[in-house]
């Protein structure tokens, strides 16, 4: 269950996702659909990252493909599950996020100068 997105210069293909388990499927859609309303983990985090590009139904397999992933690690690794956090998308590339809201606020004509606060 991988969500499709199939593009070549600029024109979008088949987009649609492989033939495999239906109930399998549906538990991961369900599974996805409930923590993609939970705000304060990665799953969440991931979902509503994904809704503002994919759109909400892609966004959901996508939640569904990576539940998947991690179930096969856990099971794979026989180790318990840890959460990123819902940070995690943010602080893996702090210095993109931080020149994306800089130049949103420049946008608006704000003039931006960041200083970070003493320890």
């Known amino acids: 269950?991988?969500?499709g997105n199939?593009?070549?210069?600029g024109k979008r293909k088949?987009?649609?996702?492989?033939?495999?388990d239906a109930w399998l499927r549906a538990a991961l859609i369900e599974a996805a659909h409930?923590?993609?309303r939970a705000r304060n983990t990665y799953l969440g985090a991931q979902?509503?990252?994904l809704i503002t590009r994919r759109g909400k139904k892609k966004a959901?397999?996508?939640v569904g493909h990576t539940i998947l992933v991690i179930a096969y690690h856990l099971l794979r690794d026989g180790v318990?599950?840890?959460?990123?956090g819902p940070r995690y998308f943010?602080?893996?590339?702090e210095q993109h996020v931080t020149r994306r809201l800089v130049h949103r606020l420049e946008a608006l004509g704000y003039a931006v100068q960041l200083q970070r606060p003493a320890a």
Not at 6 to 9: Q, V
Not at 90 to 93: C, M, P, V
């Open 47 to 49: 979902y509503h990252r």
């Open 60 to 62: 959901v397999v996508a």
């Open 80 to 84: 318990d599950y840890a959460d990123l």
């Open 14 to 20: 088949s987009g649609k996702t492989r033939k495999g």
């Open 34 to 36: 409930a923590s993609s």
């Open 6 to 9: 199939n593009e070549s210069a």
């Open 1 to 3: 269950m991988c969500p």
């Open 90 to 93: 943010d602080e893996r590339d």
